[in-house]
């Protein structure tokens, strides 16, 4: 890349200072400091040494960022070593009714058909009730780790002893939670010795009010941690035993088996609809039929649940919410029988449908990202400002209305027959399809069957004709 | 909002078709044939509706889109209803050594402090050898989900008899991949009737080169499942038992567990570094020991496979992989014993430390997004466009890279200490703090802890010293 490349990255007041560009460390795969590179050095190590075309693939990183400096520097502060603004689309699928309150939902996601069978799957429900939901519990915990290999009759006696001496030292950090209504909520002994050698928790429970309150529990166990380590080493009957004893690690948990969510929808089983090969009571005993699959076999239990997730994420991304806890948390509560499970369960009892979802959903509407993204500031506006526990609602509605849309699809016609109708428009755009073009073939594909090829197949078709005429 | 907000965001030659403007039904919080609207009068709809401040939020929505009317476009239609972009930060993680060769990893990612993690741990391999990894398996599978409560051994006979057939008939649909070296690879009738009554699956096993092949596994189980049912109905000898058979539904499997990949570092203990507290050596084994607490705790185990993924659904969305699809897999894989556990193992064998994490990734680097989305494309560029396989191992190597750095804090310093100081800056954008003022707060924050409330009274403090000045 030339200078003059160059100067349209990196600030004027830098660009004497810049000497990497005339070193040759900007010339080699490794570098020291990177992260005390401005964003245009950055970006200039990484195009010389690792873009095929170092002008083009600058363009591209340019060309994502905001025209606003101060939005963009905003976004570039989340992070470390920002160097754009990746993309994902931002929808809203409408006619949520979620106990008797009508919403709309924000939806961030870059697979096609998920906003558009959450849409389907919520107009559905309108017409039958919507949906009901509850919150079961809001609990969260973390863990001290550590090893002991002492009398645990003992180590019980100095725990109860020294109780009320470690919530008092963490009072500090717990104040303003209170304040809210939330803290630190219960503490009790572990004894994880069967699992492993000497091994131990101190197992903390909290309520956080409206946040995730992952930094809040993080930041109470190390504390207590000091206090365990301290106390311990200033008890005299614990130090006569001569016992090893070491703090390993003090972290919150993901796993929130007690931060639980119920949603559910219902209707006569005579108001389903029918399909050309199913009556509203075949159909029903079929979809139950693929729940039940779901609950005994691990290998559709994934996809099951993976379906529900899409819907679940989209609204945690939305809102400024952490999916990767999310999912983690998720995933594990499938699994808390022994065997990977279904989240969803559904039934038929009395000639009634009823289909529901519980699922551990810890997420926050304060702290975080939340007061920072104007896009996720935006989606909580929309959302009408729920508190912690009305978005652990909504959320489990959308993880519901996706898998419905999905068993919906999956017993009837297929999944793949309105997947690739929506995904026609990426297979049209990725073969470079003209408006016209694309006007056409979506016209032809409602009475085809997408596939890649076959698209590639009639694009042929249709530029030999344009040509030929 | 007034006709001139409307305006601006309708195109002209829609806006006297925009009935709905007038219309009661644009004040409804409920509404029909949504997704027929355009962009513009989606977004007014929203807006009327549910938006505390309509000219502001959309005004949110309109500073997101891309100056580029044409790559807007793309975006646009990349899921249905669109009305913005959402920006996750596009960060990149230098000095990963993988195999001898240097990669700069580009990581999607809107948590902090994740790409800070990532290129401390890279530098510290970078002088250790590096990363080195291997791909065990790359089989995906399918099922054609059934029930059927006739005789399970002329069920069996049956299918070995039409196997074939059934082969054969998917045959035009794997042509393509089987000219790419993959294809259809297997094919067995699963009894699951000890898990479900009248349960059972046809399962059938592909591989899928460089695709991630969910469409390509779709389209031949639903081709499969026709195929079955129609032999099934032509069979005089099943046809004679009167027996109930119905396909359920047809879909792939995200269970991946035979597409699993490896990657490992290990070093002398001498080399590892002493901490304040610790010898390599006492650090070397206080960091297994965290290891295996995450294998013998499930409520820790979450928590460290979180972590994980934070590195590797960072590379999945930079590369325009499912993030639902790997997370799902991964989760399920880590329960696969009956009990949720670690994904990383960590050991001390004749003075040396091993580090290694197994985990399924079913990848692709065609297909889906992977040719649409340019920042994607430029990922896979910053890459040395990898194949499935390569991609496979480099995501592997992002889940341990961020584990290291996890673990390593976790047993020294805590986490806060790091997590927090890299949120200092979010937390002051929350706050508003300016240029300056941050500035000399981050100065201030090198040596003290962080905490959003001491942040707070920090910025306060100074805001009255300049006051007063």
């Known amino acids: 890349m030339g200078i003059k490349g160059i100067q349209s990255i990196i600030p004027k007041e830098r660009q004497k200072d810049f000497i990497f560009v005339k070193n040759t460390a900007m010339h080699s795969k490794t570098i020291e400091k990177f992260s005390k590179l401005s964003k245009g050095e950055k970006m200039v190590w990484v195009a010389r040494n690792f873009f095929d075309n170092p002008e083009a693939g600058l363009q591209v990183l340019k060309q994502y960022w905001n025209q606003d400096d101060a939005l963009q520097k905003l976004h570039d502060e989340f992070i470390e070593n920002t160097l754009s603004n990746f993309y994902l689309p931002f929808g809203v699928a409408p006619n949520f009714l979620i106990n008797d309150e009508l919403y709309v939902l924000p939806m961030v996601i870059e697979e096609s058909s998920v906003v558009a069978a959450a849409s389907r799957a919520a107009k559905f429900w309108l ?17 001290v780790h550590f090893t002991y290999n002492g009398n645990h009759q003992l180590l019980q006696a ?10 008092a030292e963490v009072a500090p950090l717990t104040t303003n939670m209170q304040k809210r209504g939330g803290g630190l909520t219960n503490l009790t002994l572990v004894d994880k010795t069967h699992e492993l050698e000497n091994y131990f928790q101190l197992s903390a429970t909290f309520e956080t009010c409206d946040a995730m309150g992952a930094n809040f529990i993080n930041s109470c166990l190390e504390q207590l ?14 130090q006569a035993q001569n016992a090893d004893f070491s703090i390993v690690m003090s972290i919150l948990s ?35 039929q693929a729940v039940k699959i779901a609950e005994a076999s691990p290998y559709r239990a994934v996809t099951h649940n993976k379906g529900i997730m899409n819907g679940v994420d989209a609204l945690v991304l939305a809102t400024g919410n952490d999916f990767r806890a999310v999912e983690a948390g998720v995933h594990a509560f499938a699994a808390k029988d022994g065997r990977y499970q279904s989240l969803t369960h559904a039934k038929i009892e009395n000639d009634i449908f009823y289909f529901w979802i519980e699922i551990p959903l810890a997420l926050g509407t304060v702290g975080g990202l939340t007061g920072l993204h104007p896009l ?7 959302l009408g400002h729920p508190n912690a526990k009305k978005l652990m609602e909504i959320t489990a509605v959308a993880g519901l209305a996706q898998n419905f849309a999905a068993l919906n699809a999956l017993v009837t016609s297929g999944i793949q027959k309105g997947h690739m109708k929506m995904h026609l428009l990426n297979i049209l755009n990725q073969l470079k399809a003209n408006e016209v073009e694309k006007l056409t073939l979506i016209e032809y594909f409602k009475t085809h069957i997408v596939s890649f090829t076959e698209v590639s197949v009639q694009l042929e078709k249709l530029r030999q004709v344009s040509t030929i005429n």
Request: charged share 30%; with cysteine; hydrophobic share 40%.
């Open 127 to 143: 017409k039958r009730g919507g949906f009901k939901t509850e919150v079961i519990s809001t609990a969260k915990t973390g863990q």
């Open 158 to 167: 100095f725990f109860l002893r020294v109780k009320d001496r470690l919530v």
């Open 225 to 238: 941690a000091q206090s365990w380590q301290y106390v311990y080493k200033q008890d005299a009957e614990m």
């Open 254 to 288: 993901n796993y929130t088996p007690d931060c639980l969510v119920r949603a559910t929808v219902c209707c006569p089983v005579a108001d389903l609809e029918a399909t050309e090969d199913l009556s509203p009571k075949a159909f029903a005993e079929k979809f139950v």
């Open 376 to 382: 996720v500031k935006l989606s909580h506006e929309i």
